[in-house]
């Protein structure tokens, strides 16, 4: 059973990540003939697995804010099916940052744990470890940060402060760590174990924005999926293709029709068109706004956010295939980070520490007895652009780095030596050759303890019937801010046809009949 209208309209969505998946659910259950339009071969975007040799590398998720009960992202997951039967990993360390000065620093999820921990490193900084364990402990008791069919975010924190949070004590230690970012808090510590611990996290990186995450583990509300990326979006799209939406993979759209200054439908590369009521793009902004609508709808402000805003630096996703169980070894929700005598290079960017993911906590993506290890290096967009211009000089360069690797992976663990099974490298030029991705980078505007206030508006200025979703409208991107945008553009779009929203269906309905797309050839 679908929602119903007065008369059935039609929404064309780009992208099938999970913001284009998100509002091809609820738009569908809202009564909408929905098409989502895929420029790969599969869904997900960013949020993928994919297959080298016998084993799944998982491309995203580390950890998902709403994988248990209690905080409001868990209601729109369990809504658009994604965590249904799905096994969680909680760790209990959020990073594991080994040979500080000689000690390991680790990052415990429980503030009390992580209290004895860092005042056994560091006992000259108790003041700020009782401060900072005592934000955990707080923050980890507002369950309802997350939104459940309205729009909240850290971006209009202030404004549903009295709907989000109880009580004055959370209300001042947001106050009081808002304003900080990880690399001020390292600037401001003496200790060597602690500023290696903060820079590590990112020094831009908003000390808020780990409070919470922190607190949510703890409270088993920010788990790892086990199956990763792949299985997680296999199960939306699944809930999404049984409300009656269709998807149409390797239809990458070239521009947006617009009539009379209101979107009407778009046209294919290969020259189709297709019409809708509405147009929604869950695709690069970039390239959304540039290119498919040819910069006819922004004004200065869209202009600045594109010239200044920074972004998450592109990266080098690396991944290993071993041999090798790794039993024993602690699992970490970021992953574990080892200095390194020879530094790396990754394109002109230098690296004297390497962190990895070691997935010996998911039996999902090795063979028995085996594991998968990723690795996400940041690099440079420009130098793999430029070197891309040669496919064999740009593949030499990608095998000469995983060799790179290889010798500082087996330096450090070396009883992986001869027993590597397979190598992967995803550069900044195949996360834009994949999803068009603005210069490469994974996740969109960076968040900084000054964009994580930023609200960006779904809809272009003078431009009807189009609105925007997913990490380019949501600054710091990430899964829940991508589903949530999806979700909330439908809602304005109920609000437009003036009909009630409805987040959930009582039941799931099925059908083999799946829609079927009225296409125009030129």
Same mark, same amino acid.
């Not at 439908?265 to 040819?294: F, P």
């Not at 997913?470 to 949530?484: D, F, I, K």
């Given at each position: ?210 409070? %919470? ?18 299985? %997680? ?23 947006? $029709? ?52 920074? $972004? ?13 169980? %790794? ?151 990430? $899964? ?33 009949? %799946? ?8």
């Amino acid at each position: 059973m679908r929602g119903v209208m007065a008369k059935e309209k039609s929404i064309i969505i780009i992208g099938a990540g999970i913001a284009g998946l998100s509002a091809g659910y609820y738009g569908s259950i809202n009564g909408f003939k929905v098409t989502i339009l895929e420029k790969a071969e599969k869904a997900g975007g960013q949020c993928t697995s994919w297959k080298h040799e016998d084993y799944t590398i998982n491309g995203c998720i580390h950890w998902l804010v709403g994988s248990g009960p209690g905080n409001k992202m868990y209601e729109l997951w369990k809504e658009l099916g994604a965590i249904h039967g799905t096994e969680m990993v909680n760790h209990d360390r959020f990073a594991h940052f080994e040979n500080v000065e000689g000690e390991d620093v680790i990052l415990f999820c429980d503030p009390d744990k992580l209290k004895a921990h860092l005042l056994g490193l560091a006992p000259e900084e108790k003041r700020f470890i009782h401060s900072f364990t005592r934000a955990i402990r707080v923050l980890k008791e507002s369950h309802n940060f997350h939104p459940n069919g309205k729009e909240q975010s850290f971006s209009n924190i202030w404004a549903n402060l009295g709907q989000s949070f109880k009580g004055f004590y959370v209300y001042r230690e947001i106050l009081k760590w808002a304003r900080y970012s990880c690399g001020d808090i390292a600037k401001k510590i003496e200790n060597p174990y602690l500023k290696t611990l903060f820079f590590g996290l990112g020094k831009d990186m908003p000390i808020i924005a780990i409070l %919470f995450t922190l607190g949510w583990m703890n409270n088993q509300q920010a788990g790892y999926p086990v199956g990763g990326s792949g299985h %997680f979006t296999a199960k939306i799209v699944d809930k999404f293709l049984a409300s009656g939406g269709a998807i149409q993979y390797q239809a990458p759209v070239k521009e947006i $029709l617009v009539r009379n200054d209101c979107a009407k439908g778009i046209i294919l590369e290969d020259g189709r068109k297709l019409y809708a009521d509405y147009v929604v793009s869950a695709a690069d902004g970039y390239t959304t706004i540039y290119h498919m609508l040819q910069g006819k709808y922004k004004n200065k402000k869209i202009d600045r956010y594109y010239l200044s805003f920074p $972004l998450f630096k592109p990266v080098l996703f690396a991944s290993f295939g071993i041999n090798y169980p %790794f039993k024993g070894l602690e699992g970490t929700a970021l992953g574990r980070s080892f200095p390194l005598d020879n530094p790396l290079k990754a394109g002109t960017t230098v690296h004297n520490r390497l962190s990895v993911q070691i997935y010996n906590f998911d039996p999902t993506l090795a063979p028995e007895g085996k594991t998968l290890i990723t690795s996400m290096i940041e690099t440079d967009y420009e130098y793999w652009k430029a070197l891309a211009k040669d496919q064999d000089k740009y593949k030499k360069e990608k095998g000469r780095f995983l060799m790179d690797l290889l010798e500082r992976l087996t330096a450090r663990f070396p009883a992986i030596m001869g027993k590597v099974e397979m190598m992967d490298l995803a550069t900044p030029i195949t996360y834009e050759n994949y999803t068009g991705v603005y210069k490469g980078s994974y996740e969109g505007w960076r968040l900084t303890k000054d964009t994580f206030m930023k609200k960006m508006k779904k809809k272009l200025p003078g431009l009807e019937n189009f609105y925007m979703a997913g990490q380019w409208v949501e600054p710091g991107g990430g $899964l829940p801010p991508s589903a949530m945008s999806g979700k909330r553009v439908i809602q304005m779009i109920c609000k437009q046809e003036k009909q009630k929203f409805i987040p959930s269906l009582p039941s799931v309905a099925t059908t083999n009949d %799946f829609q079927k797309v009225i296409v125009e050839h030129n």
